[in-house]
């Protein structure tokens, strides 16, 4: 039998058994995009040859009464038997019940699963950390951001305060684990460190340790990290017990420590830190609410103290007689009330040395910023205030069903309590003070 001319049309109703040749006289109809030639060898094996002219090899067959059509790859990569071999495989996959579509699909999906995880697997713990101090960012406070911040800090930078005498500053604790490979990050990994931490800085440290475990909660959730951390390595009995539980802290003004108190912070040279922290014991406020409060938080129409919240996000209090003299007499050198011109912020950044100076002279050493707002409870109870208003003066969390839903306090109801609270202590402390005067002004008081 003569062999057909190159030229020669190939009948595409019917099957015919490839060959090299037959492929290559294969060409496309002219009214049609594309065109299939197929095997009589391997039930479902076609040729597909488009107008352009390419030409590969293909395997259909039905499914559930539709065409599936998966393209096995070019001719001149593939040869004729090789793709025989692969439409048959095809075709019993097929036969078993299986979309061959499914399993390419879920394939590639476990391929690019495993790529991602080649990937994820050499992160380091601070790498990671970058990522999720930017997700968790929007939701945080600004100062615990600035503590997260803080906490990974490489240390070493020259610095004229707060090193005692070292120089530069310190790594943050969770500094050493940053460099570690997140996959590294054991269990065994965080107890040594936990003991370290605990031997020079334990307070630092347990603030530390519970940051971390949060963080390695939220690498637990995310599905580029989760692989790495099956179970939190932070949470471990030895590891707490290593920071041990927290002391209670005690550091309170006595009502009979009142004069001296007042009589040492009032002879502070700078009227700043005078008035600052006179305001902290008078509204129990945080210190670093305080510190951050600007001109634009004083309510003068309604006398009130708008303050940045960490557990509301802002309260409402009452400006005080006595307070809100301190505060118009402070110089408004810019938005901050305690404003300071040696502060990188703008604002009262440090004010512990001229602090401490006068707790000695008061002869209370070691009462802390923070024992300034433990003070403002406890002289409370002389008065027998209600506990409700005290705790939503100093912004704590509502502690009962009643207080969290249905006692709304308004800001009038708040300063009748408040100004006794303030009048009280200033009478103990033996401070003379006309509270109907006009605020920032001299007076004649009597001695």
Known sequence: MARPKRDAQIDLSEAHELTAGLIER???????????????KAPGLRVRVTAAGAKSFVFEAKLNRQTIRRTIGDVRAWSIEAARTEANRQRVTLDGGADPRELERRQQAA????????????????DVWNVYLAERRPHWGERHYQDHLAMGKAGGVPAKRGTKGRGVTVAGPIHPLLALRLADLM??????????????????GRLAWRCLKVFLGWCGEQAAYKHLVPVNPAKTKKTREAFGKPA????????????????????????????????????GARPGEVATLRWADMNLQWRGLNIRDKVEGERVIPLTPYVHDLLAALPRRNEWVFSSTSSASGHLADPHKAYLTACTVAGVAGLTLHGLRRSFKSLTEWLEIPAGVVAQIMGHKPS?????????????????????????????????????AEPGKLRVVAT
């Open 187 to 204: 269990p065994e990994t965080i107890e040594a460190w936990a003991a370290r931490e605990a031997k020079t800085r334990p307070t630092s």
């Open 111 to 126: 391929d690019a699963e495993k790529k991602a995880a080649a990937v994820t697997d050499g992160v380091t713990v601070g």
């Open 26 to 40: 294969l060409a496309c109809p002219a009214d049609k995009a594309q065109a299939f030639l197929r095997d009589a």
């Open 248 to 283: 209670v802290k005690s550091d309170v003004l006595l009502r009979e420590q009142l004069p001296a108190w007042f009589a040492a912070v009032r002879n502070i040279g700078n009227p700043a830190i005078s008035a600052y922290l006179q305001t902290l014991v008078l509204t």
């Open 400 to 436: 009962a069903t009643a207080e969290k839903h249905y006692t709304v306090r308004p800001l009038d109801l708040l300063r009748v309590h408040h100004e006794k609270i303030e009048a009280w202590i200033l009478e103990q402390a033996g401070v003379p003070f006309v509270a109907d």
